[in-house]
């Protein structure tokens, strides 16, 4: 069995993706800004932390030393804390409100990477990497221009790892990807169906005629694509297309 270090794991899709990794017997590292739903009964394989993935400041340094406790076991990160907020014109983004965006969507998940990267250097075994992208990352979509940048820029980021791990022979066995897990049932949706913009019509539409996928079957996908043996070869997925 493997760790599984999860951010986002207190609900949707990040509490579906801790709740299969349990019921399959791994270890569970959660990471997430609230409490335990609930995935820690009857389980001591889970190790809840409740940390702002927001404030920035050590968290590489806190990522590397908290994989250190677990060094010797084989290892995956998913990436998969987020938020959606805000949304709102180009024209009318508010200073606080970008911030926090890229910080959460984007500073965070780059540097709990480079903590897991620095611990994992010299494991006896692969590691594995993914980050949970979306679809809005390879499109422009109007009023999502945070939540569209901030996606491109995780994309980009595991596509310089990938290129960083071409040039380090000596370092162990990476594969990393980020992979877009589809229309998935969860809050973001609630919250894009709450506020009006341009094109909304689409997600009320998805909901109302079944269009969305579970967080139980998405989480399911995610799992199985991050352990096949080709995991990683297309470093910008969508797991629609796997």
Known sequence: MSLFILTG???????????????DGHEVVAIARGDDPGL??????LHWIRRDLGALD??????????????????????????????AAASALD????????????????????????????????RRLMAISSGAARRG???????????AGLDNFIRSVNAETAHQPDAAPLRAASVAPGV?????QA??????????????ELHQTGGLSSPDDAAAK?????????????????IRDA
Request: aromatic share 6%; charged share 20%; with cysteine.
């Open 95 to 126: 200073d606080g409100a970008v911030e926090e965006h890229l910080r959460v969507n984007l500073a965070s998940p780059m540097l709990l990477a480079s903590g897991f990267l620095r611990a994992t250097a010299n494991a006896p075994h692969e």
């Open 40 to 45: 820690a009964a009857g389980s001591g394989r």
């Open 9 to 23: 794991a207190s609900r949707g899709l990040g509490a579906a993706l801790a709740a299969r990794l349990l019921r």
């Open 222 to 238: 995610l799992l199985v694509l991050l352990e096949r043996d080709d995991f990683g070869d297309r470093e910008i997925a969508d």
């Open 141 to 151: 979509v109007p009023h999502w221009s945070a939540y569209c940048a901030a996606k």
């Open 58 to 87: 050590g968290l590489a340094g806190w990522m590397a030393e908290l994989m250190g406790s677990f060094a010797a076991q084989p290892s995956r990160l998913i990436l998969n804390a987020g938020m959606i907020e805000p949304i």
């Open 191 to 204: 919250t894009l169906r709450a506020t009006p913009f341009p094109g909304d019509g689409r997600f009320h």
């Open 184 to 188: 998935v049932d969860t809050a973001m």
